[in-house]
């Protein structure tokens, strides 16, 4: 049974991208955080797999698409709450964030095709990954690697081949954290829900460059 997994938190105000205040306020920042959490949700919906699953820190909200599982995530840090994500899994399983609204079913599509390959990875430009999957979903492959650092991607990376893991490569993709990130994003998908509100907003918000 293959999982399509997203993690993500609920687009509270003073919780979620916070790094986009300012220029935006913490409402606004929210509100682009729902809108990149929609967009996720949507092309995840929309990309065949056994189960759809959001692992959330938070309540679901209108956001939310038909056919998704929800589950909780765990406690502790990053590395412990993807681990126990993973581990939930009984087969193959893709995960990815909800910081890149212009991912599409046809990037995420590949990825959970363990064929000719043991793991993909999806690396961020920041340094970090927005997607990971693996046809064995070993929590030992995430525990202990670094998170939200400039080497977090290469850690993790390193982790797979040091495994012996046939890793294949996605695309390169820029995640949301700052507004300069924001405009970028928007611009790469500009009918999405996320660049429909970051236009919205940034007409009464001057978006730092």
């Not at 065949?48 to 209108?62: I, M, N, S």
């Not at 959970?112 to 993909?120: E, I, Q, R």
Request: glycine share 8%; charged share 20%.
């Amino acid at each position: 049974m293959t999982s399509l997994l997203v993690i993500a938190k609920e687009p509270v105000p003073g919780r979620v991208k916070t790094r986009l205040t300012p220029p935006f306020t913490p409402a606004e920042a929210a509100a682009l955080a729902e809108a990149a959490l929609a967009d996720t949700l949507a092309a995840a919906a929309a990309t065949p797999a056994d189960r759809h699953v959001l692992v959330l820190d938070g309540t679901p909200g209108p956001w939310l698409p038909a056919g998704f599982e929800v589950v909780p995530q765990s406690g502790g840090g990053l590395d412990e709450r993807l681990a126990a994500a993973f581990a939930a899994c009984a087969g193959p399983a893709l995960l990815i964030g909800m910081d890149t609204p212009h991912v599409t079913p046809e990037l995420l599509a590949p990825a959970l095709d363990f064929d000719t390959c043991d793991a993909w990875f999806g690396p961020a430009v920041d340094g970090g990954f927005w997607a990971l999957g693996l046809a064995d979903p070993d929590p030992a492959l995430l525990l202990g690697v670094p998170m939200s650092v400039p080497e977090t991607g290469a850690v993790q990376y390193e982790r797979l081949r040091a495994a012996g893991l046939r890793t294949r490569l996605l695309p390169r993709l820029r995640d949301v954290d700052t507004a300069a990130d924001a405009a970028a994003v928007a611009a790469l998908a500009p009918a999405g829900r996320f660049a429909t509100r970051h236009r919205r907003l940034s007409n009464r918000a001057p978006v730092a460059r």
